[in-house]
């Protein structure tokens, strides 16, 4: 399955195309790597998804094509979750 469609059916990211913009700013990543909005998801990959401050890291347990809001949390397993500090632009 794409990247971009796991985080919207597993409910990591609301939207598909949030999603896809966090791909093609290379804030989403799949066992170390930068992913692209077409990259695959399998079972036992660990993604990593920046968003602002916040740093996400989960395990994929399992690929569905459609989850209702309670199975959807059962699709991945949280590794951390923790806010980072992002480099800035000083002028």
Do not use: W
């Given at each position: 399955?794409?990247?971009?469609k796991y ?22 990543f ?10 695959d998801v399998?079972p036992g990959?660990?993604i ?10 989960v ?17 991945y ?13 000083s002028?």
């Amino acid at each position: 399955m794409r990247i971009d469609k796991y985080l919207k059916v597993s409910r990591i990211i609301k939207r598909r195309e949030t999603a896809k913009d966090l791909c093609d700013d290379k804030d989403v990543f799949i066992n170390g790597k930068v992913a692209k909005p077409m990259s695959d998801v399998n079972p036992g990959d660990t993604i990593v998804v920046l968003i602002g401050r916040h740093k996400l890291t989960v395990k994929v347990l399992a690929i569905r094509t459609f989850a209702k809001k309670e199975d959807a949390q059962g699709m991945y397993e949280i590794i951390s979750d923790e806010t980072i500090e992002r480099a800035t632009v000083s002028e």
